[in-house]
């Protein structure tokens, strides 16, 4: 089965008004953020497809995709680092759970993000 991204380009430009990916790295950021989406989701969707889906199901996966690309894009280096932490001269900067991050299955997500996603159900780490 080959590897589909939840939100293409045109969704993301069109219903969700992005511009912050360049349109030749769209693609590539959404199947990536798709992927990550299914490790938060524990490949619920990956396993029967976005089209068993509700639409509000859908909706929010849609959206959440882009919402992830473009985090995930303007973050990239800082997501990338193997620190943990820094300090220098009284400033800290730390990449471990806060407030407002999330660091879970290996993906950094905004909590508000994440939050989002959870409204799907799909990330009920239970059987069902």
Request: aromatic share 10%; hydrophobic share 35%.
């Amino acid at each position: 089965m080959a590897y589909i991204s939840y939100a293409d380009s045109d969704y993301y430009h069109n219903v969700y008004n992005g511009d912050t990916i360049p349109e030749e790295e769209r693609n590539k950021r959404l199947l990536k953020s798709s992927r990550h989406i299914d490790a938060l989701t524990y490949n619920r969707i990956a396993g029967k497809g976005i089209d068993v889906l509700t639409e509000f199901q859908k909706g929010i996966v849609q959206y959440v995709c882009c919402q992830l690309a473009d985090f995930e894009y303007e973050n990239e280096e800082l997501i990338n680092t193997i620190l943990k932490s820094y300090s220098l001269n009284g400033v800290s900067l730390s990449l471990d759970n806060s407030w407002n991050m999330l660091l879970t299955g290996g993906v950094a997500i905004r909590r508000d993000i994440y939050s989002m996603l959870e409204q799907t159900g799909l990330c009920y780490k239970g059987v069902r």
